[in-house]
């Protein structure tokens, strides 16, 4: 049998930038360091940088590491998370993504111009996720975060509306937004449309569409919580149906492979190379 990895899966930019910046805490500062959430969608990483002395935290634990080093991953976060680091003296150390990060500034700004003309902030986003987060309260939690089609009858059409996206989201999805709002616009000059996805992200997808119409099967590792590794699996099963999504080797299936002359290993922007090359051992073992 013929196993491949993708060369072009895995970390993207802002991942390891985030995971990198841990691992250096972690050795400078002897394991005493705290990160705000998981530092990435993927549980088996995850577990790894924790064995390494990384602790997960949330929000509500925040008051109890005054004087504590808590990282930032690259999700990034509202400026309320800043303002309480100062409040109770907590050492932050920032690795949001600088793709994130200049996504923010823009939000920011485009929430003061719609203010001044009366206008909304419109983001292309899971509502939830820590990005979206991080980029509504650049707004005052004052931004209408869309998902669907359906979610666009929160908007008022009358009034200028600024779109702006998830870094990771479909492109597909965002021109169809795009284009329905501009379609039910009382004035579409007052729409303004930024595309504020990352394309290290959305270059992916012809990509693993090829990749994966090349096996037999092919086998997606990524988190479970991972919405990129979510938007990408959809993508390779599209291109081929024997495309099965696992988080680990411990989930590969041997009915998965029957006749299979061979498989295509590929992952998320979260997944780390070394789980890729794990699953793929794995599958030469079975």
Partial sequence: MRIEIDEKSGFCFGVVKAITTAEELLRSRHGAVWC???????????????????????????????????????????PATYAFARQYGIDLVDATCPV?????????????QMKAVGGQVVILGKP??????????????????VETIADLDRIDFSRPVC?????????????????????????PAQVTVHDTICRQVSNRNPHLREFAARFDVVIFVS?????????????????NPRSYKVEDAAELQK?????AASVGVCGATSTPKWLMEQVADAIARL
């Fill in 255 to 259: 009915e998965w492979f029957d006749g």
């Fill in 223 to 239: 988190g479970s919580k991972s919405s990129n590794g979510k938007a990408l699996y959809s993508v390779c099963h599209e291109a």
């Fill in 163 to 187: 779109l702006l996206s998830q870094t990771t989201q479909s492109l597909g999805l965002f021109n169809e937004i795009r284009d329905e709002i501009l379609r039910r616009a009382t004035d």
């Fill in 36 to 78: 705000l959430g998981d530092i990435v969608h993927n549980r088996v990483e995850v577990n790894r940088l924790e064995q390494l002395g990384l602790q997960t935290v949330d929000h509500r634990q925040l008051p109890q590491l005054a004087g504590r080093c808590v990282l930032i991953r690259a999700h990034g976060e509202p």
């Fill in 100 to 112: 994130v990060a200049k996504l923010q500034e823009r939000v920011r700004r485009a929430w003061e």
């Fill in 128 to 145: 939830g996720h820590a990005e979206v987060v991080g980029l509504t309260g650049q707004t005052n939690e004052e931004a209408i975060v």
